[in-house]
C-alpha cells in the first residue's frame, strides 16, 4: 500500500521543516496542518467517524510536537476534529429524531432529501450552532458527565469489522421534527438508549464528505484571513489618529493599508530590536503613502503620550484572554495601559487556543541564536573562552593549582535571545478578529467554546500528566 | 544540487572515535545528525565519504531515516573510501565513483551550522552561468579574527568588483611578518583587497572541472594547499576562484578535542539554533530549556542540586542532591551521585560518576565509570567504559582508553594484520574486565591497566596525551587548513596507516614491490642530481613516485638516502651508464684513517647539499627511526640491500654517519633515542650498532635529561 507511507512521509517532512525553522509564521504552519490534515480525512482507511478522529489526533499531535512553540497547530487539529465531533451529532440528533419519529407515528415519513445538506451545514458552520448542542453555561456540569459516560462506552473502533450494516431510513427526517427535538436533555437520553445497540459500520462513513467540506472551508477561511481582519479596519481606525505599531506585521500592514483607502491618520513604528523588521514596516508603509515614523523601542514609552491607539499582533491567543506575542510587545502594552491608550491586538481565530499560559504543555519562548544581538566574533563572546584557556595553560605551567580545577569567578557571559512576550488579559482592550466582531479579553473562554469541542480542550493528556508528575 | 562531506579522522579525537567523529554526541545529536539536517535544506543529494569504518555511520542513517528511499528531504549515501587520507585521495575516489555530475557543495571535515548556504550556491550558479572557468567558490567566514585571537586563519587577496580569488596565503597572521604580494596581481585592476585575518569556512562550491583537475593532478591533496595556488598559478589555463563570505550564520568543525568542546558549548549556547538539544522535533523528546539550563522532562534532578547556565541533563539521567553542574553537559541515562562537582565537562551516554567525585574540564564518553572519591583533573578524555578507581586523580591532560595506543607506528608494518586480530581480542578481554571493575567486582582475567592513570581497580590504558608528538605530528587527515607552525607545507599530509586502520596490503606484495620501489626511487634521485633539478620539483616528482606506488614518507626516505651513500663510493657494476659520472673515480680504503675521512667528507657533503630535500620525506621522529634501521639494515647489506651493494663499506663508520645526520638536522635526538630504546632488548648481533653509537648515545642523554626521563617514565 502506497498511499499511507506516502502520507507519512508528507506528514514526516512538513515535521522536519517545521522543526528546522523553514516555515516561518504561524500561518504557513497552520495552513501546512490543515493541508494534511484534508488528506488523511479523504483517505479512505478512515471509514468511521472514531477512526477519523483517532488518526486526526494522532497526526496533529505528531505534527505539533514538530514545533510544540506553535500552538497554532494545536488549533487547526482541534477545529477538524470539532468539525467531525458536529458530524457525528448531527448524525446522532437524525437518529434520535428518527427513532422518535417512529415511536410517536409509528410510520417513517419520507421526507425530501434536500434537507440533509441544510441541516449538516447549519451544524458545519459554527455561527450557525445556537442549538442546545453548544456548550454554555446552563449545561456545561451535565454535558460533561454525559460524554465522559458516551467516551467509556464507545467500543475501540476496529477497522473492516463485518458487522451487520445497520440499517438507516434513507430519508433523513424532515426539518420541522428537528426543530422539535425534545431539547437537549431528551437528546441526551436518547443517545444513551442508543449507544448499546449501536453497530459499528463497515464501508464509508455517509458524512465524510461534510468533513471535507468543512476542512475546505476552514482553508479558504485561512487563505482570506487578512482580508478578513482588513475589513474592519475602518471601524477601528479613524480620522487624523496616531497608530503606533512594533515591528513588522503582515495583517498590520494590510489592516493599515485597508484604513488609509478611506482615512487619513499617522503611524509610528517602533522598530522591535533585535530584528528591526519595524524598519521594513516603515519604509512599506512610506512606500504605501502612509506617513509613517519610525522610533527606536527605547521611546515607545515617551510616545506613547502622543498616540491614540496601538495595534499589535499576536503569535497565539490563549485561553485566559492573554497574548503571546514577539518580544517587546509586553512593554508596549505596558506603556499603554499607563497612557489609557487603548491596545487593540489584531488576530485570526485560528490564533485562538484553549491552553492557559500556566499550562505546562505551553512552551513559552523559543530562545533564538545570540547572533542576533552579537556576532559570534565580537571580543565579548570570545573573551570568557579565551580567559579560560589561558587560565588552563597557567595552571598547567604552574602546575599546583592544577589540581583543584578551575577557579571560581571565571567572566562568563550568557546571550539570551527570547522570541515571543506574554500580555497579559488585564492589558489588552479589544481583540479584533477575522469572525466579523470585536470582543474583549473576558470573552474569550466562549470563543474557545464555540470553535472547539470540550474534550479536544486538552490533546494530549498523557504529555501534560508526565510533565505535571 | 549535491553535497559531499568529507568526514574525517582525527587523531586528537581518536580515544573518542576510533572510526571517524560522525556520531560524536553534540547536545544530543549525533554530530552528522545536524550536518545532514543543515545541508538538507540546500541539497537534494548528499554523499558522505568516510575512511574508517561506515558499519556504525550506515546503520545510524537508516535508524534516523536518512538512507534509503528519500524519505527525507535529501537522500543520503555513504561512501567508504578506504585508505583515502587527504582531501584530494578522497575526492579522486569520489570522482571514480562517477556520482557527480553537476555543481556541488563540498564541507571538509565534520561541519555544523546553519549559515544559509544558498545565496553562495546561487553566487556560484550565476556566476558558472555566465563564465564556465569560475570553477570554485570558497566560503569565508563573516568578518575577521581579531588580532591575537586564536584560531586559524589566512590572509586573501581579492578583486574588489566581483570577488574574485587573487591569493590565498594560509597560516597567515596579523603581525608575523606578512607576504610579499608580485605587482602582478594586479594585472588590469585598479584596485585588490588584501584582508588578513581570514577565516576559512572549510565549505567549497565546486564544479566538477574540480574533480578532473583534482585527478589530472594526482599529487594535490589539500585543497586550499594544493589545488588553489595551483589554479592560481596556472591562469593562463583560464580557471577562476571565488569567494564568498557568510553574512551570518553559524559554521564549525571539529578536528580537535578542544574544537570539540567549544561546538558543544556552542550548540547548548544556542548558536546553532535551530539546532539546540530542546528543538529535536522527537516527540519522545521532552528537553526543556529554563533559565539557561538544558533538562529532560524525563531526567530527574534532585532538589538539592545545582545546576548553573549551559548546563544539560539528558533523558533518563538521575543527578542526586548536593550534586553541582557548571555548564557541563550530562547525556543520556547517566547517574551523578551526590556532592559531585561537574565543572566545563562533557559527558555522553550512560556514564556514571560516584558520590564526591571531582570532574572539571573532561569529556567522559559512553558507559565510563567514574567510582566515589575520584578526581579526573582538566583536559582528560576517558574513552568508552573505562573504568576510574576510588578516590583515585586521573592526571591532567590524560587520555585513556581501553584500547591500548599503538605508540611507535613506524615499527615495521609488516605486523599490521597480526596487531588488527591482536587488538581485538584485546579490546575484547579489557571490556570484559572493565563492566567486572564497573560493578565493583573482580575481573576473571587479570590485565594490566595502567595504575597511575586509572587507579589499582580501575580500567583503562594511557595514551600519549595529544599535543606531544606521537599524536600531533600526525595532523588531521582532509583537513584544508594546516596548522602554521608545522613543518609541511603544501605538501600531502600522510597519515599512517596504523592510525586510520586500514588494511594494509599483504606481506608478499610489499617485498616484491619494494625492490622496484628502491630502484625508482634512486633512478629518479640520480636524475635529479644529474639534472640539476630543483629542490621543490624534485620533490614533486618523487611524491608522485610515492602516492602512485602508495608508500610512506619514510620509505623514500630510506631510498634516497641509501642512494646518497652509494653516491659516496665508485658506481657499482649495476649503475646505468648515463648516472656513472656522478659517481667520484677515486676508491676509497676503509680500513685506513685517510680513507675512512674521504669518506665521511664525501658524505658530509652529499648530506648538506640535500638537507633540503632530505627533511621534506623526514616528517617526524618515527620516519627518522624507521631511516636509522634502514641504515643499519644497508650496513649489514641484509633485507633489500643484499645484492650488489657495498653498504658494509659504512659499517665501521656507523656511529660518525649518525653524528652528521644528527649536526644536518636530518636527524633529532629523539629519534635516536627512540631507535636505541627500541633495539634495548633485541638479541647481541641486532645491538650491533647501537653498541657503536654508545658514546653518541651517552652524549646525547647528557645533553637531553629532562627528556630522556620522560623518555624513561613511558
Known amino acids: ?469 | 544540487m549535491q553535497a559531499v562531506v568529507l568526514l574525517g579522522q582525527h587523531p586528537a579525537l581518536l580515544p573518542l572515535a576510533p572510526s571517524d567523529g560522525a556520531l560524536l554526541p553534540v547536545g544530543g545529536y549525533p554530530t552528522i545528525e545536524l550536518t545532514l539536517r543543515w545541508l538538507e535544506s540546500a541539497v537534494s543529494e548528499i554523499y558522505v565519504v568516510t575512511a574508517g569504518q561506515a558499519d556504525a555511520l550506515t546503520a545510524y542513517l537508516q535508524r534516523a531515516g536518512w538512507a534509503g528511499p528519500a524519505r527525507r528531504g535529501a537522500a543520503v549515501h555513504v561512501v567508504v573510501a578506504p585508505g583515502c587520507t587527504t582531501e584530494g585521495e578522497a575526492l579522486r575516489f569520489v570522482e571514480q565513483k562517477d556520482v557527480i555530475k553537476s555543481d556541488f557543495v563540498l564541507l571538509s571535515g565534520s561541519l555544523l551550522g546553519n549559515a544559509d548556504l544558498r545565496p553562495a550556491m546561487a553566487a556560484h550558479l550565476a556566476r558558472r552561468a555566465a563564465d564556465r572557468q569560475a570553477i570554485m567558490t570558497l566560503l569565508l567566514h563573516g568578518g575577521t579574527l581579531p588580532p591575537g585571537e586564536p584560531g586559524d586563519c589566512c590572509l586573501t587577496v581579492l578583486d574588489p568588483l566581483n570577488q574574485q580569488l587573487l591569493r590565498l596565503e594560509q597560516g597567515a597572521r596579523t603581525g608575523s611578518g606578512g607576504a610579499t604580494l608580485g605587482t602582478h596581481i594586479m594585472g588590469e585592476r585598479n584596485s585588490v583587497v588584501v584582508r588578513l585575518g581570514v577565516r576559512l569556512a572549510n565549505i567549497y562550491i565546486c564544479a566538477p572541472e574540480v574533480l578532473v583537475l583534482l585527478s589530472d593532478n594526482f599529487d594535490y591533496q589539500s585543497l586550499t594547499g594544493d589545488l588553489v595556488p595551483g589554479v592560481l598559478s596556472e591562469q593562463e589555463l583560464g580557471s577562476t576562484l571565488f569567494v564568498h563570505e557568510l553574512a551570518r550564520g553559524y559554521v564549525e568543525r571539529i578536528s580537535t578535542a578542544s574544537a570539540y568542546s567549544g561546538v558543544v558549548e556552542d550548540v547548548v549556547g544556542r548558536w546553532a539554533y535551530p539546532w539546540v538539544p530542546d528543538n529535536s522535533g522527537d516527540p519522545q523528546d521532552l528537553c526543556r530549556f529554563n533559565r539557561g539550563v538544558y533538562v529532560d522532562g524525563t531526567a530527574a534532578v534532585a532538589s538539592g542540586a545545582r545546576l548553573s547556565k549551559g548546563s544539560m541533563v539528558g533523558r533518563g539521567s538521575i543527578v542526586e542532591a548536593g550534586a553541582c553542574l557548571e555548564r557541563s553537559i550530562v547525556g543520556a541515562e547517566c547517574h551523578i551521585g551526590r556532592g559531585v562537582a561537574l565543572q566545563g565537562s562533557c559527558l555522553h551516554s550512560g556514564v556514571r560518576v560516584d558520590d564526591n567525585c571531582r570532574v572539571s574540564s573532561t569529556v567522559l564518553a559512553e558507559q565510563v565509570v567514574v567510582r566515589s572519591h575520584a578526581r579526573v583533573e582538566t583536559g582528560v578524555i576517558l574513552a568508552k567504559r573505562v573504568v576510574v578507581d576510588t578516590a583515585h586523580c586521573v592526571p591532567a591532560g590524560m587520555h585513556v582508553s581501553l584500547a591500548q595506543h599503538r605508540t611507535g607506528s613506524s615499527v615495521a608494518s609488516d605486523d599490521e594484520l597480526e596487531w588488527q586480530e591482536a587488538d581485538d581480542a584485546q579490546l575484547a578481554a579489557a571490556e570484559a574486565a572493565a563492566a567486572a571493575l564497573a560493578a565493583g567486582g573482580i575481573p576473571e582475567a587479570a590485565l594490566n591497566f595502567d595504575e597511575h592513570a586509572v587507579g589499582p581497580f580501575g580500567a583503562g590504558y594511557a595514551w600519549a596525551a595529544a599535543g606531544s608528538d606521537s599524536v600531533g605530528a600526525q595532523l588531521p587527515l582532509l583537513a584544508g587548513n594546516q596548522s602554521p607552525g608545522s613543518e609541511c607545507d603544501s605538501e600531502a599530509e600522510e597519515f599512517t596507516k596504523e592510525v586510520l586502520g586500514a588494511e594494509e596490503p599483504g606481506l608478499e606484495e610489499q617485498s616484491q614491490g619494494a625492490d622496484q620501489f628502491n630502484r625508482e626511487v634512486a633512478e629518479t634521485f640520480l636524475r635529479c642530481v644529474k639534472e640539476r633539478i630543483s629542490h621543490d620539483n624534485a620533490v614533486i616528482e618523487l611524491n608522485g613516485l610515492k602516492i602512485a606506488e602508495d608508500r610512506t614518507f619514510a620509505d623514500c626516505a630510506r631510498y634516497i638516502f641509501t642512494t646518497m651513500l652509494s653516491l659516496c663510493l665508485p658506481a657499482g657494476p649495476a649503475t646505468r651508464p648515463e648516472y656513472r659520472s656522478l659517481f667520484p673515480e677515486g676508491k676509497v680504503d676503509p680500513s685506513s684513517k685517510e680513507g675512512c675521512m674521504e669518506l665521511l667528507r664525501r658524505i658530509n657533503a652529499q648530506l648538506r647539499a640535500w638537507k633540503a630535500l632530505m627533511q621534506r620525506f623526514l616528517r617526524n621522529s618515527d620516519d627518522q627511526v624507521e631511516l636509522l634501521l634502514t641504515f643499519e639494515e644497508y650496513c649489514e647489506e641484509e633485507g633489500d640491500f643484499s645484492s650488489g651493494e657495498n653498504g658494509s663499506v659504512f659499517a665501521p663508520l656507523f656511529p660518525q654517519v649518525v653524528k652528521l645526520c644528527y649536526d644536518q638536522d636530518l636527524l633529532s635526538e629523539e629519534a635516536i633515542l627512540d631507535w636505541a630504546h627500541e633495539k634495548e632488548h633485541a638479541g647481541e648481533e641486532d645491538r650491533r650498532f647501537v653498541d657503536m653509537c654508545a658514546d653518541l648515545l651517552a652524549w646525547l642523554e647528557d645533553a637531553e635529561e629532562e627528556s630522556s626521563e620522560e623518555e624513561d617514565s613511558e
Request: glycine residues 8%; charged residues 25%.
Open chain 1, 1 to 469: 500500500m502506497a498511499a499511507p507511507s506516502a502520507f507519512s512521509d508528507r506528514v514526516e517532512n512538513f515535521c522536519r521543516r517545521l522543526t528546522d525553522r523553514r516555515i516561518d509564521g504561524s500561518l504557513a504552519a497552520a495552513k501546512g496542518t490543515a493541508e494534511l490534515l484534508r488528506q488523511l480525512v479523504t483517505s479512505s482507511r478512515l471509514n468511521t467517524p472514531e477512526v477519523m478522529l483517532a488518526e486526526v489526533k494522532r497526526v496533529g499531535l505528531r505534527i505539533q510536537a514538530a514545533k510544540p512553540i506553535e500552538l497554532v497547530i494545536g488549533n487547526i487539529v482541534r477545529r477538524v476534529m470539532h468539525i467531525i465531533r458536529e458530524e457525528m451529532e448531527a448524525e446522532q440528533e437524525e437518529q434520535d429524531d428518527d427513532l422518535m419519529a417512529r415511536a410517536g407515528s409509528g410510520d417513517i415519513a419520507a421526507a425530501s432529501g434536500g434537507s440533509v445538506g441544510g441541516l449538516s451545514k447549519a451544524f458545519r458552520h459554527p455561527f450557525a450552532t445556537a442549538s442546545s448542542r453548544t456548550l454554555s453555561l446552563h449545561n456545561l456540569l451535565d454535558q460533561g458527565a454525559s460524554e465522559e459516560g458516551e467516551a467509556s462506552s464507545t467500543p475501540p473502533p476496529v477497522a473492516g469489522s463485518s458487522g451487520g450494516r445497520r440499517h438507516r431510513s434513507p430519508s433523513p427526517s424532515p426539518p420541522a421534527q428537528h426543530g422539535g427535538g425534545g431539547g437537549g436533555g431528551g437528546g441526551r437520553r436518547g443517545s444513551f438508549e442508543q449507544q448499546e445497540r449501536k453497530v459499528p459500520k463497515a464501508g464509508q462513513w455517509d458524512r465524510k464528505q461534510e468533513v471535507i467540506d468543512g476542512v475546505n472551508d476552514l482553508i479558504q477561511e485561512l487563505k482570506d484571513i487578512d482580508d478578513a481582519i482588513a475589513a474592519q479596519a475602518v471601524e477601528h481606525i479613524h480620522a487624523n489618529e496616531v497608530v503606533l505599531v512594533f515591528g513588522y506585521s503582515r495583517t498590520v500592514l494590510h489592516f493599515l493599508r485597508r484604513a488609509a483607502e478611506k482615512r487619513n491618520f499617522e503611524v509610528v513604528v517602533a522598530e522591535a530590536s533585535p530584528t528591526y523588521q519595524g524598519q521594513r514596516m516603515a519604509s512599506e508603509l512610506a512606500g504605501v503613502g502612509i506617513q509613517a515614523t519610525l522610533i527606536p523601542d527605547s521611546a515607545v514609552f515617551a510616545m506613547m503620550a502622543r498616540v491614540n491607539k496601538v495595534v499589535a499582533t499576536a503569535q497565539a491567543l490563549l485561553a485566559n484572554g492573554g497574548v503571546m506575542a514577539p518580544v517587546g510587545t509586553h512593554i508596549v502594552a505596558m506603556a499603554a495601559r499607563r497612557h489609557s491608550v487603548p491596545f487593540v491586538v489584531l488576530c485570526g481565530i485560528y490564533k485562538l487556543s484553549t491552553l492557559f499560559p500556566h499550562n505546562p504543555a505551553v512552551n513559552f519562548n523559543d530562545f533564538k541564536d545570540p547572533a542576533d544581538l552579537l556576532p559570534r566574533d565580537h571580543e565579548a563572546v570570545g573573551l570568557p573562552r579565551r580567559i579560560r584557556a589561558e587560565t588552563l595553560r597557567r595552571m598547567a605551567e604552574e602546575g599546583d593549582e592544577w589540581r583543584s580545577g578551575l577557579p571560581p569567578g571565571l567572566p562568563e557571559l550568557t546571550i539570551a535571545n527570547p522570541s515571543y512576550d506574554y500580555v497579559p488579559p488585564e492589558l489588552i482592550s479589544l481583540f479584533v478578529t477575522d469572525q466579523g466582531h470585536g470582543f474583549m479579553p473576558s470573552y474569550v473562554y466562549r470563543q474557545c467554546n464555540e470553535f472547539y469541542h470540550r474534550q479536544d480542550f486538552i490533546l494530549d493528556k498523557r504529555q501534560l500528566d508526565q510533565l505535571i508528575g
